[in-house]
């Protein structure tokens, strides 16, 4: 890194030195052929400090060349983000919508699937209740807010202790 360091600062001094020899080229017929001189003498000087440096590219950790270099695939954990995510939005509307019917699931699955050209569908909603739940009115529910292509499946709940309807706001008691 230091051998890199003292060449990049002995092309910028050889660069100024150029621009000042470029000053002090006279206005008259033999500018160009001057300039070009000097030009020359910039690319000569270039050429030497960078043939004759022993740059060791070995010291750059992390960093791969050819076809051995791997690269960090972000896709996937993406993707599994944006299923979970569409999961917990659909699994939280469903819920909302059966607990203004007074149907309280124990747990919601959303089957969620991204093909590859990173299209969203739901293959499948599948809904836990206790056995004393309307089944029919909770799959109509569910269907009607996710639509009628999406397979709505219900179980019951084989512990039903779990599955508790939450506490209304006025039997809580108010400590004011």
């Known amino acids: 890194m ?9 092309i910028c001094f050889v660069a100024a030195a150029t621009a000042l020899f470029r000053m002090l080229v006279p206005e008259n017929n033999f500018k160009k052929q001057i300039s070009f001189l000097i030009s020359c003498f910039f690319i000569t000087a270039v050429i030497s400090l960078v043939s004759g440096a022993d740059i060791n590219f070995d010291e750059f ?3 791969e060349f050819g076809s051995e270099a791997g690269f960090i695939d972000f896709s996937e ?4 983000a944006r299923k979970r995510a569409v999961a917990e939005e659909l699994s939280a509307r469903v819920r909302e919508i059966l607990e203004k019917e007074e149907i309280y699931p124990s747990k919601i699955y959303v089957i969620v699937n991204i093909s590859g050209l990173y299209s969203i569908s739901i293959n499948e909603i599948r809904l836990v209740l206790p056995p ?8 109509a529910l569910t269907e009607r807010e996710a639509g009628r292509g999406i397979k709505v ?14 506490i209304p706001e006025w039997a809580i008691p108010r400590l004011d």
């Open 61 to 63: 950790t992390g960093v």
């Open 132 to 139: 004393e739940a309307d089944f029919t009115r909770a799959s």
């Open 2 to 10: 230091v051998k890199i360091r003292a060449i990049l600062l002995n």
């Open 153 to 166: 499946t219900i179980e019951a709940d084989t512990e039903p202790e779990r599955a508790i309807p939450p």
């Open 77 to 80: 954990q993406v993707t599994s």
